[in-house]
T-cell receptor, first 112, second 111 residues
Framework: DTAVSQTPKYLVTQMGNDKSIKCEQNLGHDTMYWYKQDSKKFLKIMFS???????INETVPNRFSPKSPDKAHLNLHINSLELGDSAVYFC???????????FGQGTRLTVV | GEDVEQSLFLSVREGDSSVINCTYTDSSSTYLYWYKQEPGAGLQLLTYIFSNMDMKQDQRLTVLLNKKDKHLSLRIADTQTGDSAIYFC???????????FGKGTTLSVSS
């Protein structure tokens, strides 16, 4: 059973389109995250959700909007995609703070 | 703000030991982590150390923590080609908001 699953695994789309990436965790964790990994493999936190409430938003453009219908799901919606949005996006979850974070397999987004 | 620094590349021969170093800034971190990312895959927790420990050993892995210098290291004994991956050091950010990662060290193991 996959603990943190993301779909799709690959996403190729044109500039200007709107797309969503879905994430689900079956670990019963109360906090979920979105990270962006750029072409240099640097990982940067984008959003953190605790019990369906946004608790951080690290200078991410407002074209990115996380949506959490319940504490097991945290989806990422991106409007008006730009070339610079091309990256691998990772979803993660943890139980509270200062405990291990579990990561999904990533979604490779390519904007052409 | 928090900052976690690592050297970006390390090359070793199969059978040698590898040492990956990391410095961090948040002295209140309760746990410090090492994650491994294989090509095309997500991140897996490799090991972690509690802040009141100096050393933790787990089979071929040894983690050393120097709290005074805010320095963390990961030693892999008898490195194998399957250890080739990116290794990330991580600590929890302010108020435990999210894990903050170093830039990752790409370990390349040649036979």
């Amino acid at each position: 059973d996959t603990a943190v699953s993301q779909t799709p695994k690959y996403l190729v789309t044109q500039m200007g389109n709107d797309k969503s990436i879905k994430c689900e965790q079956n670990l019963g964790h109360d906090t979920m995250y979105w990270y962006k990994q750029d072409s240099k493999k640097f990982l940067k936190i984008m959003f953190s959700y605790n019990n369906k409430e946004l608790i951080i938003n690290e200078t991410v453009p407002n074209r990115f909007s996380p949506k959490s219908p319940d504490k097991a799901h945290l989806n990422l919606h991106i409007n008006s995609l730009e070339l610079g949005d091309s990256a691998v996006y990772f979803c993660a979850s943890s139980q509270g703070d200062v405990s291990e974070a579990f990561f999904g397999q990533g979604t490779r987004l390519t904007v052409v | 703000g928090e900052d976690v620094e690592q050297s970006l590349f390390l090359s070793v021969r199969e059978g040698d030991s590898s040492v990956i170093n990391c410095t961090y800034t948040d002295s209140s971190s309760t746990y410090l982590y090492w994650y491994k990312q294989e090509p095309g895959a997500g991140l897996q927790l490799l090991t972690y150390i509690f802040s009141n420990m100096d050393m933790k050993q787990d089979q071929r892995l040894t983690v050393l923590l120097n709290k005074k210098d805010k320095h963390l290291s990961l030693r892999i004994a008898d490195t194998q080609t399957g250890d080739s991956a990116i290794y990330f050091c991580a600590e929890w950010g302010e108020a435990g908001t999210a894990l903050i990662f170093g830039k990752g060290t790409t370990l390349s193991v040649s036979s």
